[in-house]
């Protein structure tokens, strides 16, 4: 019996779940992609014991393989690649632990393991929630929050977004402790609120695979695992067992001074000034005069740089550091044309947020310089 596949549908299936696939693994099996063909469905899963993912496979006209088959997916997702656009690849069984791979005229002999050893998640619970959410709607989440999620921090609540559902809306909040991001998204109304930690890993492989689009995204929330899917395909994360910190009272509620600024102006003044900061810290200055900012670093060889921007801002001299870094990664995400800054003094976190458009914010502590 034979899997019949196209190039192009092999890799179409395979770039939506390689990314939680390693060459080297504690456990051989988690190196493989499981193929799970039956009458009703034809799927290929990857699975890294964190994040499940898979997708849907179109198999051509002929291709009589029905059951269970796992191949090595790094080298098979090579192989796909290494093949001419038009090619069509049959993989069979030839004996115990070994499968073929033909195309014209070349063959592969790859390794295959038992499929029955393949970790599948069991993430039934009767006390699940189910909810629904537009793909386009849930890739905005990760894209205006995701940047601040904290990488391998020991405070291992912060590696990861934190998704709560309140009433008619859904937002995400990530921080590292030095900046936070918050974006939400209206929502149909919820009967309790719920709220869970999704990891760093799973965020990104959940994001890879939705399109940019209306579709309606089903999910499943348990106690322990997220489980989203759309037509083609479904992605299972583990969720981080912690308390995620009372990000509201980082959120400044005093700040009593506003200054509007164009954001790519800010961006490249930002990006021109840091040249010379330190290297480690990447400390720049802000001063905010009237109808100005004033971008100043400079570095320990005693290198400096300044750049005046135009900005509408009324008020009292304030002069504020901060991590340059963190403030692009915002600028990065503001699509408005204008970015408002609040501040209360020089020694206060800014809060920043698209003008007019109070669905995302974004805090980042300052740096004493």
């Not at 981080?240 to 009372?246: A, M, R, V, Y």
């Not at 921007?309 to 304030?318: R, S, V």
Request: glycine fraction near 6%; proline fraction near 3%.
């Amino acid at each position: 019996m034979k899997l019949i596949i196209t190039k192009e549908n092999l890799i179409k299936a395979l770039q939506k779940i390689i990314g939680v696939v390693e060459k080297r693994q504690t456990m051989p099996i988690l190196s493989h992609i499981l193929f799970r063909i039956n009458d009703e469905s034809h799927e290929v899963i990857a699975s890294d014991l964190e994040v499940q993912l898979s997708s849907k496979i179109d198999l051509e006209e002929g291709s009589d393989f029905l059951g269970n088959i796992t191949i090595p997916g790094r080298k098979l997702f090579d192989i796909g690649k290494g093949l001419p656009d038009e090619a069509v690849l049959e993989i069979e069984k030839i004996e115990e632990g070994k499968l073929q791979i033909k195309s014209k005229k070349s063959k592969f002999i790859l390794s295959a393991l038992d499929s029955d050893t393949f970790p599948l998640m069991d993430t039934h619970d009767e006390n699940s929630i189910k909810f629904s959410i537009k793909s386009n709607d849930f890739k905005r989440i990760v894209g205006k929050t995701s940047f601040a999620m904290a990488q391998q921090d020991v405070r291992y609540y912060l590696n990861g977004l934190f998704l709560n559902i309140v009433g008619d809306e859904i937002y995400g909040v990530a921080t590292d402790g030095h900046r936070l991001a918050k974006s939400g998204v209206k929502a149909e109304g919820f009967s309790e609120n719920v709220s869970a930690i999704i990891p760093r890993k799973g965020v990104i492989e959940i994001d890879k695979q939705l399109e940019e689009d209306e579709q309606n995204l089903k999910a499943v929330l348990s106690k322990n695992h997220l489980h989203i899917s759309n037509e083609s395909t479904q992605a299972i994360s583990k969720l981080i067992d912690g308390k995620f910190p009372d990000f509201e009272k980082v959120i400044p509620s005093d700040v009593d001074k506003k200054i509007l600024v164009d954001c790519k102006s800010l961006k490249e003044a930002l990006i021109r000034v840091s040249i010379l900061s330190n290297d480690r810290f990447r400390g720049v200055r802000l001063g905010f005069f009237d109808n100005e900012i004033k971008v100043s670093a400079n570095n320990p060889e005693k290198e400096e740089a300044t750049d005046d921007i135009k900005a509408d801002y009324l008020g009292e001299l304030i002069e504020v550091g901060f991590n340059v870094n963190y403030l692009i990664d915002v600028l990065n995400v503001i699509k408005t044309k204008n970015v408002e800054i609040h501040l209360k003094d020089n020694n206060s976190s800014a809060l920043l947020m698209p003008e007019n458009d109070g669905s995302s914010s974004y805090v980042v502590m300052p740096l004493r310089l």
